[in-house]
T-cell receptor, first 117, second 114 residues
Framework: AQKVTQAQTEISVVEKEDVTLDCVYE???????LFWYKQPPSGELVFLIR??????QNEISGRYSWNFQKSTSSFNYTITASQVVDSAVYFC??????????????FGKGTLLTVNP | DAGVTQSPTHLIKTRGQQVTLRCSPK?????VSWYQQALGQGPQFIFQ???????QRGNFPDRFSGHQFPNYSSELNVNALLLGDSALYLC?????????????FGPGTRLLVL
């Protein structure tokens, strides 16, 4: 079975602080995909990044970076110099390709990030 | 480039009633998935449609059914509504079914069952 754990339920920081959102996943498959989504108060899930299990290269996009480590089954998301606009619920999700017809995303429970001015 | 759209945005129903939610996928996408998100939880997969057929189903009862039309739009139907069906219902579309395909989500329909 596949599972995603986001142990941090809520995080509160002050603007300009750096913050890391943790994501730990479980899967027995060798081919799988990891995703991060952002959900602002409006409710729409916004896609942030996708990583496949064969690409452990870290990703940096401006203030945002992702650290994928297969050895620890983690795919963490770091926001540098956080801003109020970063406030949202962040979801990590897993999808695997077992050769069968598994098409669903399995989500973690999410981390509510509040960035205070 | 239009994103995923859903209607209605909000809905209030009473127990036992039936509801239909609608979704139009992102331009160029042919696969639609539906998710239920209870308050404070992550989205839970309901089912996915591709080529007008239900391809996979999550752990939801038969009261939840769907349909996909030739233009790739989709409907989610819920019969005999229960209080526990109150949630945000999200539609996601992708270009194909593969596990590596990114799903793009709509704004959701907030359903309240009284």
């Amino acid at each position: 079975a596949q599972k995603v754990t986001q142990a941090q339920t809520e995080i509160s920081v002050v603007e300009k602080e750096d913050v890391t959102l943790d994501c730990v996943y479980e899967t027995r498959d060798t081919t799988y995909y990891l995703f991060w989504y952002k959900q602002p108060p409006s409710g729409e899930l916004v896609f942030l990044i996708r990583r496949n299990s064969f690409d452990e290269q870290n990703e940096i996009s401006g203030r945002y970076s992702w650290n994928f480590q297969k050895s620890t089954s983690s795919f963490n998301y770091t926001i540098t110099a956080s801003q109020v606009v970063d406030s949202a619920v962040y979801f990590c999700a897993l999808r695997f390709n077992s050769g069968g017809s598994n098409y669903k995303l399995t989500f973690g429970k999410g981390t509510l990030l509040t960035v205070n001015p | 480039d239009a994103g995923v759209t859903q209607s209605p945005t909000h809905l209030i129903k009473t127990r036992g009633q039936q509801v239909t939610l609608r979704c139009s996928p992102k331009s160029g996408h042919d696969t639609v998935s539906w998710y239920q998100q209870a308050l404070g939880q992550g989205p839970q997969f309901i089912f996915q449609y591709y080529e007008e057929e239900e391809r996979q189903r999550g752990n939801f009862p038969d009261r939840f059914s769907g349909h996909q039309f030739p233009n790739y739009s989709s409907e989610l139907n819920v019969n005999a509504l229960l209080l526990g069906d109150s949630a945000l219902y999200l539609c996601a579309s992708s270009n194909g079914q593969g596990a590596g395909k990114t799903q793009y989500f709509g704004p959701g329909t907030r359903l309240l069952v009284l």
